[in-house]
């Protein structure tokens, strides 16, 4: 099975990227003797997932076919149901580095033995690999994922992103925005190097495109400091003076950027204006208050500070954008005073990448399922705690 392996690998390196999912079907078929496969994709707002149709694909329509498909993404572990009549479907979740990008089903003549299982969860990973590498080859897939279409700002601000989720051995990560097709000016990003994960959440100024191509010039500052060895405070003071030389002050941006040790757990933070931390420890939600600091391109040459905190194993540590902390439709109570600490109290028993659409779907709620009047961006870490790392 290790050469029939191999060989799938070697298959979807050498497809077109806009073929991947054909290469993966015919691939499947020869190695698993499979009668039919289907890839779903999960959408903008991971309300659901969508099959990247095909001619050659069996009918995957049905309510009992889209249960199976959400309970793999869910749970992500494979699923066996919804079944044809003699026929057996695995479901398998589509997953890269801890970001879920949706499901394989696999439809066999019988029922499949543990080998057939191990080899066809190994099948999704080598398929989940490839779909996150052609994704930026080929427009096939995002058009699968979308139920709408993104406003220009939505568009720029989505390809910014590293992605919606990341694992480690010491954490796992996740991130939403919200309106997912007109977001404009709030965002995330993050990169782990050498044991140490940066995340950044930006709440941008000003609405529409012009907020993203602000978002886009301070987050691509922050990077081109961070990749040229430069720590938080370069990020920040980078970003600053980029973003005041380009608009005089007239423009900022709202700013934290997190710094985490993977092996202590130790944080360093820089609060340059208006993101939120909360912390979710022993089923208590505390808000983590910073020394804030001016927002991102308020004044020229403004310098930072660093502060430091302790995460211990098992705190699960949100990030959140005004858009979330400050919601009060109908003037009411702001969302974050209390109906956010309940919330995220109902995500205890959630991995990240559920939790914060919980979070979302509870802020929707919130505001009566109307239309979201701010961006809004909500981000999770949950802490495991830290080890030597092997290579040391």
Same mark, same amino acid.
């Given at each position: 099975m290790a050469d029939a392996l191999t060989g799938i690998s070697r298959a979807l390196r050498e497809a077109p990227p806009d073929r991947v999912v054909e290469a993966a079907d015919q691939a499947i078929r020869s190695v698993l003797g499979a009668v039919g496969t289907a890839v779903f994709v999960a959408d903008y707002r991971i309300n659901g997932l969508w099959p990247v149709l095909d001619s050659r694909q069996p009918q995957v329509a049905g309510q009992a076919v889209q249960s199976m498909v959400q309970r793999c993404f869910s749970s992500q572990q494979? #699923? @066996?149901g919804g079944e044809p009549q003699g026929r057996c479907r695995l479901y398998l979740p589509l997953t890269v580095w801890g970001e879920r990008l949706g499901v394989l089903m696999v439809e066999l003549p019988q029922?499949?033995? &543990? &080998?057939?299982?191990?080899? /066809?969860?190994?099948?999704?990973?080598e398929v989940a690999m490839a !779909? $996150?590498? /052609?994704?930026r080859e080929t427009d096939r897939y $995002? @058009?699968?994922r979308r139920r709408e279409r993104l406003s220009m700002a939505a568009e720029l601000q989505w390809e910014l992103l590293p992605g919606r989720g990341i694992s480690h051995e010491a954490f796992q990560l996740a991130g939403q925005l919200e309106p997912a097709y007109t977001v404009s000016g709030d965002h995330f990003d993050w990169s782990l190097n050498d044991d140490r994960l940066t995340v950044t959440v930006l709440n941008g100024d000003t609405i529409g495109l012009a907020a993203a191509l602000l978002t886009a010039v301070t987050v691509n500052a922050m990077r081109n400091a961070r990749r040229s060895g430069g720590g938080l405070v370069e990020q920040a003071e980078l970003a600053s003076d980029t973003v005041y030389y380009q608009h005089r002050g007239h423009r900022h941006v709202a700013t934290v950027l997190l710094e985490l040790d993977c092996t202590t %757990? @130790?944080?360093?933070? #820089?609060?340059?204006?208006s993101p939120h931390l909360m912390r979710l420890r022993g089923g208590a939600v505390t808000r983590l208050v910073l020394e804030q600091q001016l927002p991102l391109g308020m004044f020229a040459e403004t @310098?930072?500070? !660093?502060? &430091?905190?302790?995460?211990?194993? %098992?705190d699960r540590l949100f990030v959140v954008s005004d858009g979330v902390w400050g919601a009060d439709p109908s003037g009411r109570e702001a969302y974050g005073q209390r109906a956010m600490a309940r919330s995220m109290r109902a995500t205890r028993l959630q991995p990240p990448s559920e939790a914060v659409g919980t979070v979302m779907r509870e802020l929707q709620a919130f505001h009566a399922d109307a239309d979201l009047r701010d961006d809004a961006v909500v981000v999770c870490l949950d802490w495991h705690g830290g080890g030597e790392r092997a290579d040391r």
């Open positions: 494979w #699923v @066996r029922a499949p033995s &543990e &080998e057939v299982v191990a080899a /066809a969860t190994d099948i999704a990973g !779909l $996150r590498a /052609a994704d $995002r @058009r699968a %757990g @130790r944080v360093r933070a #820089v609060d340059a204006g @310098r930072y500070n !660093l502060q &430091e905190f302790d995460l211990d194993p %098992g």
